[in-house]
């Protein structure tokens, strides 16, 4: 079984600024029952909602030397990565299955990537 990261992605305006009440607790339920459901199938690793990209710091010790430490998210751009599942999957097919599953339940649009092999 290899691992699939499914990311979830949109702007922040859309996802943290003024969300509609009744489309988040209409997202939240549809992704619980998902999560259960992958749960009871095998597929679940682990997954996670992540707070605004103004909770953001990003570190870069890169140059082996005093770390910068800026305020924000690394990449300055519309969208932003909202949460994520951990799944496992026998194949990509079956992943994309999943991701199907996944952007349906949590409104939004997901992407699909495998880690890489040990």
Known sequence: MTQY???VW????ESYENPDPQV???AYAQVEAF???MQETGAWVFAGGLEAPSTATTV??????????TDG???ETKEQ????WV????DLDAALDLAREASAACMGKVEVRPFQAE
């Open 5 to 7: 990261l499914i990311s």
């Open 10 to 13: 949109g702007t922040e305006e």
């Open 24 to 26: 988040m607790e209409k």
């Open 35 to 37: 999560n259960k459901r």
């Open 60 to 69: 870069d010790a890169s140059n082996g030397a005093d770390a910068v430490v």
């Open 73 to 75: 998210p690394f990449l």
């Open 81 to 84: 990565l909202g949460g994520f």
């Open 87 to 90: 799944l496992e999957a026998p």
